[in-house]
């Protein structure tokens, strides 16, 4: 056979084999980053062992014994909302700032809060639940609601005294990080993202999940996921998964609060942050312009990445990407809990002033 033939059939066979091979792994691997439904909307509650390290994580030895306040922070009159706070080693001297991923809050994402605590007891460790979310109030903002957040930690890290902090941000919650250490440097003495979120799938998939699917794409009217049909009050509103959940672990003054916005605010707020979130597909990563995150004044970063290439929503190229771009930024890969604290913790403690007596 001439050689140029068998160039023929060698390429024919790749492109008959390759689509094969990746349909039959398409049909035997869940998408588990946007198939499983949790009412925290932090996609990949199953087969996801770094999200495991995460949510409803399994207590550490010793982490029973840790000792944790409960604080609510009123940021009036900055900004017109109280947040939900755990302080875990209340009395130690180095602050840590945990924000949750996805729509996650301290229920869900505390004991991982607790664990990392657990293992090093100098460390002030603090976690949150950002507005609109777990136990703090709802407020419905004129910005993206990742700015919103940012602003709000700003305020929060000025009443609770802790700057410059490290910054722990897992996927929306490194977002809001973001912003914070793009308008307020000296906040922030370390930023820690665990993992980045980026690409035109993660913008499409995440615009639509958390701001989007409540918008009709014609008149912007709110629409029920559940039954297709327009909400026209909060009331309508509460009856949505996300909203229920928050409304049922919530106070009855917190309840009222929700049921007195008005649902034209809130229509527009996620209309603002859906395509906010939208715009930034192409660029590294979601939500914040690639020149922005070159221009960070951050003394380090540290970028985990589990290490898994099917996460659509964290790919590993947008992760490498940042690292170009974000100056005095590192990688490591950390799908467990101990190669994560073999991470953080010398990064922490290299890089985190103590807090001032």
Do not use: C
Request: no cysteine; net charge negative.
């Amino acid at each position: 056979m001439p050689i140029h033939s068998r160039f023929v059939v060698f390429i024919t066979t790749l492109s008959i084999t390759l689509p094969t091979l990746f349909a039959a792994e398409q049909n035997t691997a869940a998408d588990v980053q946007n198939d499983v439904m949790d009412v925290t909307l932090f996609r990949g509650a199953g087969n996801n062992t770094w999200f495991e390290v995460y949510f409803n994580a399994v207590p550490t030895a010793g982490a029973e014994n840790v000792e944790m306040q409960t604080r609510d922070i009123d940021l009036r009159p900055e900004r017109d909302v109280t947040l939900h706070v755990e302080i875990y080693n209340p009395n130690a001297t180095m602050p840590l700032i945990i924000t949750p991923g996805g729509n996650g809050d301290t229920s869900g994402f505390g004991s991982f809060a607790r664990n990392v605590a657990a293992a090093a007891p100098e460390l002030k460790v603090i976690i949150y639940d950002r507005r609109n979310l777990g136990q703090s109030e709802v407020s419905f903002g004129n910005e993206p609601q990742m700015i919103e957040e940012g602003e709000d930690l700003h305020v929060l890290i000025n009443r609770l005294d802790v700057a410059p902090v490290t910054l722990y941000g897992m996927s929306s919650g490194g977002r809001s990080n973001m912003i914070l250490a793009s308008r307020y440097p000296k906040d922030v003495a370390s930023l820690i993202l665990a993992p980045l979120t980026g690409g035109p799938l993660a913008a499409a998939r995440l615009s639509e999940e958390y701001f989007f699917k409540y918008l009709n794409s014609e008149n912007l009217t709110t629409m029920d996921p559940i039954s297709d049909s327009p909400i026209t009050s909060m009331e309508m509103l509460s009856e949505t998964p996300l909203w229920n959940a928050y409304l049922e672990r919530n106070t009855p003054e917190k309840q009222q609060r929700f049921y007195n916005a008005d649902i034209d605010v809130f229509r527009a707020a996620m209309k603002t942050s859906g395509t906010h979130i939208r715009s930034t597909g192409e660029q590294t990563a979601l939500g914040i312009d690639d020149r922005d995150l070159a221009a960070l004044e951050i003394p380090a970063t540290l970028i985990l990445h589990h290490g898994s290439y099917i996460d659509y929503l964290h790919p590993i190229t947008n992760s490498r990407a940042a690292l170009t771009l974000i100056p005095n930024s590192t990688m490591q890969f950390a799908p467990y809990l101990p190669e994560i604290l073999d991470a953080l913790l010398p990064f922490v403690k290299a890089h985190t002033p103590m807090i001032k007596e």
